[in-house]
T-cell receptor, first 112, second 114 residues
């Protein structure tokens, strides 16, 4: 079956530190991969996506590369800001394009 | 483009009472989803509509949960009667027919059952 596994949090970093949030997946076909972000009190927002192997998704300084050989889609940012404090969800969409599977989320707190 | 609208934002009810949530998807989005997000967990799909037809409701607790999407636009999710374990954020999302490019989520309704 399809599933997503994220590193457990919470993660606490100082401002300007390097961020990595690990995500690995299991899928039966050729899924698309996503990172969603949820700020306090808000719904989920699409952060970035990659639809095929070796694609790199990027947005707001965040990056993630679709690695088929390691079934991974790790989220990285070179220098985090306090405003990046949120919960980050890794997700996959089946090749059929409709069913989404979410990880359990990783809470990030950035301190000044 | 207007986003996915949900109401109410917050709701507190006693167990065994009933509650209803409303969702208005992005105009033109044929597919609508209801997710349940329990604190500390990822969203779990409850039901998926394609236009006004149900595509997947395999994880919907049908003894107490029901959902409808009249005319293929707005949708309502109802819980009757509510249990303590139904306390969660209920998220509505919509997408074009093929969701490869990501859903758009609403802000959610936070339900507390006491």
């Amino acid at each position: 079956g399809n599933s997503v596994t994220q590193m457990e949090g919470p993660v606490t970093l100082s401002e300007e530190a390097f961020l990595t949030i690990n995500c690995t997946y299991t899928a039966t076909g050729y899924p698309s991969l996503f990172w969603y972000v949820q700020y306090p009190g808000e719904g989920l927002q699409l952060l970035l996506k990659a639809t095929k192997a070796d694609d790199k998704g990027s947005n707001k300084g965040f990056e993630a590369t679709y690695r088929k050989e390691t079934t991974s889609f790790h989220l990285e940012k070179g220098s985090v800001q306090v405003s990046d404090s949120a919960v980050y969800f890794c997700a996959l969409s089946e090749s059929s394009g409709n069913q989404f599977y979410f990880g359990t989320g990783t809470s990030l707190t950035v301190i000044p | 483009e207007a986003g996915v609208a949900q109401s109410p934002r917050y709701k507190i009810i006693e167990k065994r009472q009933s509650v209803a949530f409303w969702c208005n998807p992005i105009s033109g989005h044929a597919t609508l989803y209801w997710y349940q997000q329990i604190l500390g967990q990822g969203p779990k799909l409850l039901i998926q509509f394609q236009n006004n037809g149900v595509v997947d409701d395999s994880q919907l607790p049908k003894d107490r949960f029901s959902a409808e999407r009249l005319k293929g636009v707005d949708s309502t999710l109802k819980i009757q009667p509510a249990k303590l374990e139904d306390s969660a954020v209920y998220l509505c999302a919509s997408s074009p027919p093929k969701g490869f490019y990501g859903y758009t989520f609403g802000s959610g309704t936070r339900l507390t059952v006491v």
